[in-house]
Nanobody, 124 residues
C-alpha cells in the first residue's frame, strides 16, 4: 500500500483543516487506518484510528470533540477533519495503515505502511 497525505498548512488558532490520505496498491478496505503526528522534539503519537468498516474509531484525549476521522473506501481515502485547532496541534501529520486488530492498532510499530507526512502549523 502506498499512502499519500495532503491538506496541511499554516492556520490560526480556532481554524479548521481537513487532511486527506489517498491509498494505492493493495485493497484499502482491508486496513485499519491511523493518523499520527510528531511535533519537533517529541515522540510520534497516535491521533486517531478508524476501523475497516467505518464503525469503530479511537481518538487521543486531547483531540476528542475537535478531530474526526472518516474514510471512503470507494475512494481509497481516509480523512482527518480538524476543528478548533490549537498551537499545540502543530506537528507533521502522518497517515498509516495496519492489519492489526483494534487493540494492537494503538502502537505505531504495528503499522506497516506510512504516508510521507504533511505539516500542520497553528499560530496563536
Amino acid at each position: 500500500v502506498q499512502l499519500q497525505a495532503s491538506g496541511g498548512g499554516l492556520v490560526q488558532a480556532g481554524d479548521s483543516l481537513r487532511l486527506s490520505c489517498v491509498a494505492s496498491g493493495h485493497n484499502f478496505r482491508n486496513y485499519r487506518m491511523g493518523w499520527f503526528r510528531q511535533a519537533p522534539g517529541k515522540e510520534r503519537e497516535l491521533v486517531g484510528v478508524i476501523s475497516q468498516n467505518n464503525v469503530n474509531t479511537y481518538y487521543l484525549d486531547s483531540v476528542k470533540g475537535r478531530f474526526t476521522i472518516s474514510r471512503v473506501n470507494a475512494k481509497n481515502t481516509v480523512y482527518l477533519q480538524m476543528n478548533s485547532l490549537k498551537p499545540e496541534d502543530t506537528a507533521v501529520y502522518y497517515c498509516a495503515a495496519t492489519s492489526a486488530v483494534h487493540s494492537a492498532s494503538f502502537s505505531a510499530s504495528n503499522y506497516a505502511y506510512w504516508g510521507q507526512g504533511t505539516q500542520v502549523t497553528v499560530s496563536s
